[in-house]
């Protein structure tokens, strides 16, 4: 069977220097389905090289070598890569491609970043680099190669994410310059998110200010950007913050009691609120905690609708910073028992959680018989809803979960959702567990969920393996309590 590539190969071979070429690429339907076939594999193709002169140099290449993008700048020149022929098709087709380039790269993601595990006398050094989208670059070409998307291709960015760098790699300078001076420029304000900037800053500049200013996602916030941006009237779909900002302004507060209620009273709101527990401040507790009051006037000053809450690979916190918080009464806490907990006097439309394998989560799946025990419940008296979305990652269900305990960790996750479970309530748990382990679940859910939790029956079955990851939903209903549980099995 051909390939869809293979298939646009053929059809190149046999109609080049025919007549109908022509008519094939002046084709606007035709020309988007052939693109429609490769534009995934687009910037996997995107060859990089620096010319003799210092030019950047780059080249797209289609299905089989037959196709190839055309530079649309005198200052950069086509450097022909190995075993590949140059050939232009026609106009139409060239611009077609080249707007899949412009699409695909509105949105920039900056990941795997190379760990330096030495240090260099030679600079650049030979062992940084970091990948811009598929694209992976090092010190001595990422500013060419972003020129070369705005300048030559003339993309222009709308998001832009940086991930997992750790600040472990020299390259986070470069990727800070790179986003303002070449990817940016004076476009920040066509810049609708920008994530990830701690990953990258250590404080904050005036070109990531005004970004700030404009952007609908932001975040995570540094305490400096605060003040930049507490100064304004500006509405965020998604606004990011790390539990250790809000507990620094507590302890700044102290000192100067304006610094809390200035940041609470900020004409600034947002859709939703995504709190990333990093730390651990509780010296006799191996568990997350969140200044309480604090956060409950900050969700009914800002509007918020709707609170993440994403537990983060945790970092080494000094003894220090723990007895600085314990003037900090109440505390929101996610470990203990939940009755001792008051329940907020407000009602978010809903409560998203992201359980990712950190070391306190890691730590509470081996102390609890019951997974998490008190996770999820005392999320439901930190920030009441009647709606509850729980992700439980690839890691997370790898680590709790094989084919010889099925039964039981679904069990375990009805019983920790059930804590303080109030009437009409939805509750949305995701799982990803491993392929082999997805037909375990489809015939505990079908077959025995019923029997072991007799007040919920199964209402729906459905199946959308035509997306990618493949996704099953089980729906329960518990009549008695007008209450859903939703199962979505992602493979």
Not at 144 to 173: G, P, W
Not at 391 to 398: A, D, L, P, T
Not at 442 to 455: A, G, I, M, Q, Y
């Amino acid at each position: 069977m051909n390939t869809p590539n293979s298939s646009c190969t053929i059809l190149f071979e046999n109609l080049y220097d025919n007549d109908l070429a022509l008519k094939l690429f002046n084709n606007r339907t035709i020309v988007d389905n052939i693109l429609r076939n490769v534009k995934g594999d687009i910037n996997n193709r995107l060859e990089l090289r620096v010319s003799h002169r210092g030019a950047f140099s780059a080249e797209t290449i289609f299905s089989g070598n037959l196709v190839s993008l055309m530079p649309l700048h005198r200052s950069y020149t086509i450097f022909k890569p190995r075993l590949t022929s140059f050939q232009l098709v026609n106009k139409s087709f060239n611009l077609a491609a080249i707007h899949v380039i412009r699409k695909e790269n509105r949105t920039v993601v900056f990941h795997k970043f190379n760990r330096c595990d030495r240090l260099h006398k030679i600079s650049p050094c030979p062992d940084c680099s970091v990948h811009l989208n598929s694209v992976k670059l090092n010190k001595k070409n990422i500013f060419q190669y972003a020129r070369f998307l705005k300048q030559t291709m003339k993309i222009m960015v709308i998001k832009i994410r940086i991930e997992d760098s750790k600040r472990v790699c020299c390259m986070i300078t470069d990727v800070h310059q790179v986003i303002h001076k070449s990817l940016i420029g004076s476009d920040y304000d066509k810049v609708e998110e920008f994530v990830g900037i701690d990953q990258i800053s250590f404080s904050t500049c005036i070109p990531c200010e005004k970004i700030a200013a404009n952007c609908k996602v932001f975040g995570p916030v540094q305490n400096d950007m605060f003040n930049a941006i507490l100064r304004l009237k500006h509405h965020y779909d998604v606004l990011q913050v790390k539990d250790m900002r809000l507990y620094k302004l507590m302890i700044l507060n102290k000192e100067d009691p304006t610094v809390v209620e200035d940041f609470i009273n900020s004409n600034i709101t947002c859709s939703k609120l995504t709190i990333f527990l990093m730390y651990m401040y509780e010296k006799e507790a191996f568990g997350y905690s969140l200044p309480r009051e604090f956060l409950d006037l900050l969700i009914k000053k800002w509007n918020v609708k709707t609170v993440e809450i994403v537990p983060r690979q945790d970092q080494p916190i000094p003894y220090y910073f723990h007895c600085n918080t314990d003037f900090i009464v109440p505390k929101a806490k996610f470990y203990v028992d939940y009755w001792t907990q008051p329940r907020s006097k407000y009602t978010l439309d809903g409560v998203e959680i992201d359980l990712q394998l950190t070391k306190v989560v890691e730590q509470q799946i081996k102390n609890r018989k019951s997974l998490f025990d008190n996770f999820i419940a005392n999320a439901r008296r930190i920030f009441p809803s009647n709606k509850i979305t729980v992700r439980f990652s690839k890691e997370v269900c790898q680590e709790m979960m094989s084919q010889g305990n099925v039964e039981d960790f679904i069990s375990g996750i009805i019983l920790m959702t059930q804590k303080d479970a109030q009437p009409n309530s939805h509750i949305s748990l995701k799982l990803y567990p491993e392929e082999v382990d997805a037909p375990l679940i489809d015939s505990f859910l079908r077959e025995n969920f019923e029997k072991k939790f007799d007040s919920w029956n199964l209402e729906t079955v459905s199946d959308s393996s035509a997306n990618l990851p493949a996704e099953k939903c089980y729906q329960f209903f518990n009549q008695s309590t007008n209450c859903k549980i939703i199962f979505y099995i992602c493979c």
